[in-house]
């Protein structure tokens, strides 16, 4: 095992220093937005915030968290909260196109899980409509071949 880690220790030696540096302390500057209810909206005027329904929150994510990042055509990088996926019991995963809305400012960690979460659900939207995409595929096939 110490042989394995002092090879490894001289290949990151011979790199460049931008290279040598690790992804997790590369840390990208993000921009997280979400609402405040009326009530959040109250506590943030307490809190002695703007009390904005709209809140946007610049924060610094690792580089091992881009995953939970979106980088628009401008180069702008935001955190990944909307669109949002919800489990409905009877429909599955729904996708709903606002930002998350809060009854008093979330800390970054909440902002992260709720990113990360997004992100799972996200691929398991993607999977289950690529699903119901296939089963009408094949069921118009089957009907068309039915009728011919």
């Not at 042989?3 to 290279?19: F, G, N």
């Not at 405040?36 to 929150?57: I, M």
């Not at 702008?76 to 930002?99: E, H, M």
């Amino acid at each position: 095992m110490d042989t394995v880690t002092a090879i490894s220790e001289r290949r990151l030696e011979a790199l460049p220093e931008p290279l040598r540096a690790p992804a997790a302390t590369k840390m990208l500057t993000v921009t997280a937005t979400y609402l405040l209810s009326e009530e959040g909206r109250k506590a943030s005027l307490l809190d002695g915030g703007d009390g904005k329904a709209v809140q946007q929150l610049s924060l610094q994510v690792p580089g091992n968290r881009l995953h939970l990042v979106s980088v628009d055509a401008h180069g702008v990088a935001r955190l990944k909260l909307r669109p949002r996926y919800q489990l409905d019991g009877d429909n599955g995963i729904v996708r709903i196109d606002t930002a998350p809305t809060y009854d008093k400012s979330p800390d970054v960690e909440e902002l992260f899980r709720e990113a990360a979460r997004n992100h799972q659900l996200e691929g398991a939207y993607r999977a289950e409509r690529h699903t119901a995409k296939i089963k009408r595929r094949e069921a118009d096939q089957d009907r068309r071949a039915n009728i011919a």
